[in-house]
Nanobody, 111 residues
Framework: QVRVVESGGGWVQPGGSLRLSCEVS???????MLWYRQPPGKERERVAS???????DYADSVKGRFTISRDNAKNTVYLQMNSLRPEDTAVYYC??????WGQGTQVTVSS
């Protein structure tokens, strides 16, 4: 069974930054890796994706503020989040081609 562990969440003031990490127990090199988030009381939404060939895509709401990257040697994908807003508050999940998922990490943006 694939083990996926997200980390790096926490509380930050508006305008601040956080870097999320997602470590996977097996090779991620063939997978498109994705970050999703689920705000309180809302449905899960896709935030960013990165293919095996390093093509990236972002939700309009995070373009220019978030950056997804991957390190296949470490089986890890990252989400650098800058200029955070209260509406970015959510549980953030990592997924490998929607085949496996992590438990999520909470991000709270408030003053």
């Amino acid at each position: 069974q694939v083990r996926v562990v997200e980390s790096g969440g926490g509380w930050v003031q508006p305008g601040g930054s956080l870097r999320l990490s997602c470590e996977v127990s097996e090779s991620i090199s063939i997978y498109t890796m994705l970050w999703y988030r689920q705000p309180p009381g809302k449905e899960r939404e896709r935030v960013a994706s990165i293919t095996s060939s390093l093509k990236t895509d972002y939700a309009d709401s995070v373009k220019g503020r978030f950056t997804i990257s991957r390190d296949n040697a470490k089986n890890t994908v990252y989400l650098q989040m800058n200029s955070l807003r209260p509406e970015d508050t959510a549980v953030y999940y990592c997924s490998g081609s929607s085949r496996f998922w992590g438990q999520g990490t909470q991000v709270t943006v408030s003053s």
